[in-house]
């Protein structure tokens, strides 16, 4: 019993000191991939689904598949980390960081399944839906981001409002209102990791 205790204040500390540390599992380069992945989707987007409004379900089958490209280059960079490192406080922090953003991920497939499948006039407001759900999920795991990564998730919800304002009509399913708030909050993610953690890593090297 006492081992069996002594073992659990241990996975406690290991949980607490995971979330006082900054984490550093996300790559520049990785996200940067990730960012030019949205801008050259809301490139092609013209091209495969040249009416939008019309092609609801096309246009969901695109940026579905972008998202899950993503979320498996993302997800592939972390597990090679994890490998590498073999460090429990890096798996840790690691499964923090999934617990805090896949929530949003989750709510936000579910409220895309449902737009489709019950409510398919109202699929315009979608790019402004998953900004405002990707912009909640980055403010909730920033605390363990570099602190500038709160201007990340203020810029997408920032990107969520101009699509519910302006993403109207004949802009509706505009391929930039994903191009700008996705691939740019990308970029701008990229440059943040890189100026504040990777840069200065390799510079006490």
């Known amino acids: 019993m006492e081992l069996r205790e002594a073992l659990g204040q241990i996975g406690e500390i290991r949980q607490q000191m995971a979330r006082n540390q900054v ?17 050259l989707a809301a490139i092609a987007q013209p091209y495969l689904v040249p009416s939008p409004s019309n092609q609801l379900g096309t246009y969901l089958a695109l940026w579905v598949s972008v998202a899950a490209l993503a979320l498996l280059l993302v997800a592939l960079a ?8 073999g460090s429990p406080m890096v798996r840790q922090a690691t499964l923090l960081a999934a617990d805090q953003f896949l929530p949003c991920v989750a709510v936000g497939a579910l409220m895309t399944l449902g737009i489709y499948r019950a ?14 759900l990707f912009g909640l999920g ?36 505009s391929p930039w ?29």
């Open 78 to 85: 972390l597990w090679q980390r994890v490998r590498v490192t």
């Open 177 to 205: 209102q994903m191009g700008i708030s996705f691939g740019g909050g990308m970029w701008m993610s990229a440059a943040i990791l890189y100026w504040t953690l990777e840069r200065t890593d390799d510079s006490q090297e």
């Open 23 to 39: 984490f550093r599992g996300h790559r520049s380069l990785t996200v940067y991939f990730v960012g030019l992945l949205g801008v």
């Open 138 to 173: 980055v403010l909730a795991s920033y605390r363990q981001l570099p602190g500038q990564a709160f201007w990340v998730g203020a810029y997408f919800i920032v990107c969520g409002f101009g699509c519910l304002i302006w993403g109207q009509d004949n802009n509706a399913l």
């Open 119 to 132: 409510a398919p006039e109202v699929g315009w407001m979608l790019p402004s839906l998953w900004s405002f």
